[in-house]
């Protein structure tokens, strides 16, 4: 891989490169299937993401699924069924605009799906923000943004906060899209192509960055509360001093939980910052939470369930090691992770025993599944979606 300058915007790099750096064929261990989780529904929304490192998901919102496709599409679907209710063609939208020269047939929605107040957020790479009416699939309003929009956006209490690869929050008016205000964060010469979803809690965004750290700006004007670090750049090559926060956080009665590539997990007050602990663990990944465990995929495909109170490692399951996982999905008792060769992999989440496998897509999973009290839903690369339910 050929490393360029300095660069003021984030860059491609292979995450395989934290997978699978080896050549000899890797193998999955041997599951005999206790449970047999049962397909309810399958779709397909456009062409899905593709070979591209996307922040696409879908979201589920009492009896719908909302999704979107990097190519434009974004769709509405029965949660019972999958029956399309409305879709919307981001390309449909001024056909003579730069974005539509530019991308030929793509749109390259990146970032999303957000859901509030009846509405759905989306970014694309191009630096675009949309907002569509939930009901109807209407555009209601597009502004462009400086950077490209890879992560969520995050809203609340009107505000809208989207976070892209220029190093720069923007808060927008979730109902207008008119902007609020901006933060600009320093960016390394090198990054991972990836950014954190921010997150707004208690009045605060709470942000990672690039350059390992992770802060909280106050909501209303965007001046920042605090920042600290929670990885340092080491080693001797560009690869080896990556410690981009691109794992979303996650906060918990007034604790923020954060975790950085080549750094550690940190359990943070979120008021302060001040740090209550600190655990060796290294991720891109988003963590999972359910009760008092965290539970995470590391840079290397090992998977962990760890005390959210202390920090001490509850379970470790290695056989997936350098297998490319998504992050990690609580369903019910189980802890689901996917991977790029499309297997779904279902483990007890008390213990990390494997208890069941599936081979399903082969064009691989990309994102952690989202669940809800009854179902679980995977995406794959080329857009399908896979409804699933354990009794």
Not at 39 to 68: F, M, R
Not at 357 to 365: E, H, L, N, P
Request: aromatic residues 8%; glycine residues 10%; proline residues 3%.
């Amino acid at each position: 891989m050929k490393l360029f300058g300095k660069l003021t915007a984030a860059v491609v790099v292979a995450l395989a490169l934290t997978a699978c750096s080896s050549k000899e064929k890797l193998v999955l261990p041997d599951v005999q299937n206790s449970i047999s989780p049962k397909k309810v529904w399958q779709s397909n929304v456009g062409n899905g993401v593709e070979h591209y490192e996307s922040g696409l998901k879908p979201v589920i919102v009492t009896d719908k699924v909302y999704a979107a496709s990097r190519d434009g599409i974004v769709e509405a679907k029965n949660l019972s069924n999958g029956r399309t209710l409305w879709s919307f063609d981001l390309r449909d939208e001024d056909e003579t605009s730069l974005l539509a020269r530019l991308s030929g047939d793509s749109a390259r929605i990146a970032g999303g799906v957000t859901f509030n107040d009846n509405k759905l957020y989306l970014g694309t790479e191009d630096g675009e923000v949309f907002a569509l009416n939930a009901e109807t699939g209407e555009l209601l309003w597009r502004v462009a943004v400086k950077g490209e929009v890879l992560a969520s956006p995050a809203v609340d209490a009107g505000l809208l906060v989207v976070a892209t690869t220029a190093g720069t929050l923007i808060a927008l008016d979730a109902a207008t899209g008119e902007q609020r205000w901006t933060f600009e964060d320093e960016q390394p010469a090198l990054t991972i192509r990836g950014v954190s979803e921010p997150v707004i809690e208690a009045g605060g965004v709470i942000y990672g960055s690039g350059t390992g750290r992770v802060g909280v700006l106050i909501a209303d004007r965007g001046y920042q509360a605090w920042e600290e670090a929670i990885a340092s750049p080491q080693g001797s090559t560009d690869l080896s001093r990556l410690v981009d926060v691109d794992a979303k956080p996650i906060v918990v009665a007034g604790t923020l939980y954060a975790i950085a590539y080549n750094g550690e997990l940190v359990a943070m007050e979120l008021r302060s910052g001040r740090q209550l602990w600190k655990r060796d663990y290294a991720s891109f990944r988003n963590m999972a939470v359910a009760g008092n465990i965290l539970y995470l995929v590391d840079s290397t495909g090992g998977i962990y369930a760890v005390d959210r109170r202390n920090g001490s490692e509850v379970w470790g399951q290695q056989g997936l090691q350098r297998h490319f996982l998504t992050g990690p999905t609580v369903y019910k008792d189980y802890l689901v992770v996917g991977d790029n060769e499309g297997n779904l992999h279902w483990l007890n989440r008390d213990n990390g025993d494997f208890v069941a496998r599936q081979s399903m897509d082969g064009s691989g999973f990309y994102r952690e599944a989202v669940a809800t009290d009854d179902y679980i839903l995977v995406t794959s690369r080329n857009g399908e979606l896979v409804l699933l339910q354990v009794p």
